[in-house]
Nanobody
Framework: QVQLVESGGGLVQAGGSLRLSCAASGGTFSNYAMAWFRQAPGKEREFVATISWSGGATYYVDSVMGRFTISRDNAKKTVYLQMNSLKPEDTAVYYC?????????????????WGQGTQVTVSS
């Protein structure tokens, strides 16, 4: 059983940056591919980015390509999401998720473990 706890959300102006962190416990972190999803009010949960077990491969949704970077530190059991050039449409609750397999699949149903989420609000 893997527990995930996100942190780093907050209120930022458009064009600003935030770095989200997701700390894992209860499992062998390097055995899990990790991902970030987000959910805005009234919308479905949306895939943002995923990273492979060693960090050697990453995939992003087109809307964040070139602005967001996913990374991980297996020694610290933590995955990060560096968000630059933030836009009001990035406003959402951001969730990290884990699963054993890795692919560019963006389906939330394929992930086994989820954090509680952290709110990101981007003002215009």
């Amino acid at each position: 059983q893997v527990q995930l706890v996100e942190s780093g959300g907050g209120l930022v102006q458009a064009g600003g940056s935030l770095r989200l962190s997701c700390a894992a416990s209860g499992g062998t972190f390097s055995n899990y591919a990790m991902a970030w999803f987000r959910q805005a009010p009234g919308k479905e949960r949306e895939f943002v980015a995923t990273i492979s077990w060693s960090g050697g491969a990453t995939y992003y949704v087109d809307s964040v390509m070139g602005r967001f970077t996913i990374s991980r530190d297996n020694a610290k059991k933590t995955v990060y999401l560096q968000m630059n050039s933030l836009k009001p449409e990035d406003t959402a609750v951001y969730y990290c998720a884990a699963r054993r397999s890795f692919s560019r699949s963006s389906q939330a149903t394929e992930y086994d473990y989820w954090g509680q989420g952290t709110q990101v609000t981007v003002s215009s």
